[in-house]
């Protein structure tokens, strides 16, 4: 980039081509819905979604690198595994989660920086959780406890 070469003279170059599959956190995601489907109730189980890809995979509906991947998700993944009672249970925590958040950040004296710091760090998070299972990222629990313990503070 910094210098011209000329043909035949100077240091060899090398080309690299990157390929990406954007669709491929699609058919995670994909799978994930149809095992939701088939055990709506109860989920495939905790821990079991590979089970699902391979499945998938074996089927021909995934790529052989996926097979043995989680969804990608924190919310296709739960309900996958768990059902619904399971999707409820995430969606009662961050309901509780955000609702002390607001409740602090309305308490918080004006220019108080830290309760909206933790607060708009976890709600980034929960956008980021659509592709990403965040629910195993230990800042989400140093978030968490984080607010737990601002509030804890103002009581």
Known sequence: ?????????GADTMSVTVSYNPMSYYLLKRVAWHA?????LTGVGIGTFQTET?????????????????????????????GIPGLGTLVLLWAGILRLGLRLMRRAPRGAWRP????????GLLVSSLNVDIMNFRFV???????RGLAGRDA
């Open 1 to 9: 980039v910094h210098a011209k070469q000329d043909a035949g003279r």
């Open 116 to 123: 909206r710091a933790v607060v708009a760090g976890l709600v």
């Open 141 to 147: 629990w140093v978030g968490f406890g984080l607010l």
């Open 36 to 40: 939701f489907l088939r055990h709506p």
């Open 54 to 82: 391979e499945r998938a995979y074996q089927a021909g509906e995934l790529h052989a690198p996926l097979r043995a991947l989680d969804p990608h998700s924190t919310w296709w993944g739960r309900l996958a595994e768990a």
